[in-house]
């Protein structure tokens, strides 16, 4: 039976594929692109049917070697999914499904190489699985499809395409405007400062119209100043209570967030996709790996994973 978005959003109980049957691989990133992209993955499932959620996300660019499916969204919209893929970023968490076996490599965009690589409006392109072609142009399909055979055929790893990937996108990559290019900068270190940053001051850093600024940051984060800060700090919240241990300074920074713990629940599951007490579970693994803290490297206020954990 088909997930239903609202349905899997709203906390109503339906089934996840367990985490023994998959295998999630961080692959490096070169240095060259460390400002264009956060991460590289190598995702593999020999399921027959695989159910999961993405949580709220920046931008990817993804083949899929092996696997054919679709992702739901809250307006009722139903994406397929393609050999070679953009994600767009999302505003809110999405189910997927996948009919396997499904193997996944792709390349997690920064806003900055979100905008240098594709061009488009995040506000406006958001909350879709596109078909790479249709935005990017014949080259990545021919690229793409060429790494889907060579993989699927053995001559190449999910590493190696992951570095074509990066190779793809290096020689795509167009210029910023710099003015952009720092509001970006300064929205991130906004966001990083505090789980609830006040918009004072970010305008107070800033050399934009609140006007100016609230059109170019959903132009480049795909939401508003308000609605972005909400968006993380929600994911970023979820990321730390899925460590194994907290040390209690973090705990009572993540009390002082929401409103009470109502609040944080209902939060965590619209951006997350889930309840806090099934960030840890089994049942929930893509999710879990993929609100591992490294994922928000550029947007942590708190540092390095190994500082949270309770001594």
């Known amino acids: 039976m088909p997930i239903d978005a609202q349905s899997a959003l709203s906390g109503k109980a339906y089934e996840l594929t367990p ?18 992209i956060t991460t590289l993955y190598h995702y593999r499932c020999e399921e027959k049917n695989i159910h999961d959620i993405q949580p709220a996300a920046i931008g990817h660019l993804a083949i899929f070697p092996y696997g054919k499916g679709e992702m739901r969204f809250r307006d009722g919209r139903v994406d397929p999914s393609n050999q ?13 499904e996948v009919r396997g076996p499904f193997h996944a490599i792709g390349a997690v965009m920064t806003p900055l190489g979100w905008a240098a ?14 078909r790479a072609a249709d935005w990017l142009g014949p080259e990545v399909e021919e690229v793409g499809i060429s790494l889907c055979d060579a993989y699927r055929n053995g001559n190449k790893s999910g590493a190696d395409c992951a570095e074509a990937l990066c190779s793809f996108i ?28 006040a918009l004072e001051d970010l305008h107070a ?9 609230q059109r ?28 194994p241990k907290l040390a209690p300074e973090y705990e009572a920074k993540l ?18 996709g889930r309840t806090p007490s099934r960030l840890t579970d089994d049942a929930s693994p893509y999710l879990t ?7 928000f490297r550029e947007i942590d206020p708190i540092g390095p994973t190994d500082r949270l954990r309770s001594k």
């Open 19 to 36: 985490a023994r049957h998959f295998e999630l691989e961080y692959l490096p990133v070169p240095v060259v692109l460390s400002a264009y």
């Open 84 to 96: 070679v893929n953009l994600l767009t970023p999302f505003s809110v968490a999405a189910p997927f």
């Open 117 to 130: 690589f594709t061009g488009l409006d995040a506000g406006e392109h958001g909350n879709r699985l596109y």
């Open 170 to 197: 290096e020689v795509n990559l167009k210029p910023v405007k710099p003015r952009h290019a720092k509001l970006m900068h300064a929205v991130i270190q906004w966001l990083s400062r505090d789980l609830n940053p």
């Open 205 to 213: 850093e800033i050399s934009y119209s609140e006007r100016q600024a």
């Open 216 to 243: 170019l940051i959903e132009r480049y984060f795909g939401l508003p100043p308000q609605a972005l800060a909400r968006k993380y700090r929600a994911l970023r919240a979820a990321g730390l209570m899925s460590l």
């Open 255 to 272: 009390g002082e967030a929401f409103y009470d713990q109502s609040h944080m629940i209902r939060e965590i599951r619209l951006f997350a």
């Open 289 to 295: 790996e993929m609100l591992d803290l490294r994922n």
